[in-house]
């Protein structure tokens, strides 16, 4: 898809199918989201792939009960890993470490899109609790659950967030 035409068409998306992910949309979207720029190329992220349905509906519940992460046939969540980036960035690697992750995911997002899938970004959470259910040390930034979409949410109109041309 024409790029403009994809992030038109990106919708927000709560329902799934169930209907696994093909070996290949996975291997897209992990090989989408591991080449995101990242600062100094640190690649200060890691990201894990939950398909197990135990983990799926531990992830939904540390979600404060958002169930249609459980309904995903595959769900990534993304982390932010700070002493990656702050042994060469110091104090600031942190934000930059949060920044990988979030374009990593980014970039993940829009291949679910470009492959015709769905996803949601989840970031409301309990940090610890996602930290714990995937035995991850790092800093979580969001939980992406993807699968074929079985909603059609209306288009939210968008504000031109430009402050000025200087």
Not at 31 to 50: D, I, K, R, T, W
Not at 70 to 78: D, G, I
Not at 135 to 142: H, M, R
Not at 153 to 166: A, D, F, G, M, S
């Amino acid at each position: 898809m024409e790029y403009f035409d994809l992030i038109k068409a990106r919708r927000s998306r709560r329902a799934f199918k169930p209907k696994p992910l093909t070996e290949q949309q996975i291997k897209s979207i992990v090989e989408a989201a591991n080449l995101a720029p990242s600062a100094g190329n640190l690649q200060s992220y890691s990201f894990y792939l939950v398909k197990e349905k135990k983990a799926k509906e531990k992830l939904a519940e540390a979600a404060f009960g958002q169930g249609f992460i459980s309904e995903a046939p595959a769900v990534f969540v993304f982390f932010a890993k700070a002493p990656v980036s702050s042994k060469k960035y110091g104090e600031r690697g942190k934000l930059y470490a949060t920044m990988d992750a979030t374009v990593a995911a980014a970039y993940a997002q829009l291949a679910v899109e470009n492959l015709g899938l769905g996803t949601v970004w989840v970031g409301a959470f309990n940090e610890e609790k996602v930290k714990e259910i995937l035995n991850e040390d790092g800093l979580p930034i969001c939980i992406l659950p993807v699968g074929y979409p079985n909603d059609n949410p209306e288009k939210h109109p968008r504000q031109n967030r430009l402050k000025k041309v200087i």
